[in-house]
């Protein structure tokens, strides 16, 4: 944008170069225009100075926007534009509040006892095996 700068520094060399009469009506009219041009001028070096600056800031951000994503969500769990696993959630209903929960399958496999989030209550889960024995209770 400095090239404006020196095309509307040109005009008033010019301007000056003519003698124009700054008392006449024309001479007036002239020189506020290059004066006005010389405003606007600036005011785009202002603004290009101010977007320059923005930019950087927002680039920073996006930097540590990427810093934190990269802490936040460790390789194995959030890559992107990367198609998540979907999760299968079994839906029970706990014997004590008779609410409903949703369980994922790692909660099932592990061997802890599961808690009821409403009422804070255990809840026993038995399963049936295909061979018509209780999984929970078979022994053998």
Same mark, same amino acid.
Not at 35 to 61: C, G, P
Not at 110 to 132: R, S, T
């Given at each position: 944008?400095?090239?404006?700068?020196?095309?509307?520094?040109?005009?008033?060399?010019?301007?000056?170069?003519?003698?124009?009469?700054?008392?006449?009506?024309?001479?007036?009219?002239?020189?506020?225009?290059?004066?006005?041009?010389?405003?606007?001028?600036?005011?785009?070096?202002?603004?290009?100075?101010?977007?320059?600056?923005?930019?950087?800031?927002?680039?920073?951000?996006?930097?540590?926007?990427?810093?934190?994503?990269?802490?936040?969500?460790?390789?194995?769990?959030?890559?992107?534009?990367?198609?998540?696993?979907?999760? *299968?959630?079994? /839906? &029970?209903? $706990? !014997? %004590? +509040?008779? @609410?409903?929960?949703?369980?994922?399958?790692?909660?099932?496999? *592990?061997?802890? /006892? &599961?808690? $009821? !989030? %409403? +009422?804070? @209550?255990?809840?026993?889960?038995?399963?049936?095996?295909?061979?018509?024995?209780? /999984?929970?209770?078979?022994?053998?």
């Amino acid at each position: 944008m400095d090239y404006l700068s020196e095309r509307v520094a040109y005009l008033k060399g010019l301007a000056e170069g003519m003698k124009i009469d700054e008392s006449s009506n024309e001479g007036k009219l002239l020189k506020n225009i290059v004066d006005v041009l010389a405003d606007f001028a600036e005011a785009i070096d202002d603004l290009k100075d101010s977007q320059v600056e923005m930019s950087e800031h927002v680039e920073n951000i996006d930097e540590d926007l990427a810093q934190l994503e990269y802490e936040v969500y460790d390789d194995d769990d959030y890559e992107e534009n990367e198609d998540f696993e979907e999760v *299968d959630y079994f /839906e &029970i209903e $706990c !014997p %004590n +509040c008779h @609410e409903t929960v949703y369980l994922d399958e790692d909660m099932l496999d *592990d061997e802890e /006892e &599961i808690i $009821c !989030p %409403n +009422c804070k @209550e255990p809840i026993e889960i038995e399963f049936e095996c295909d061979c018509g024995h209780n /999984e929970h209770n078979h022994n053998d």
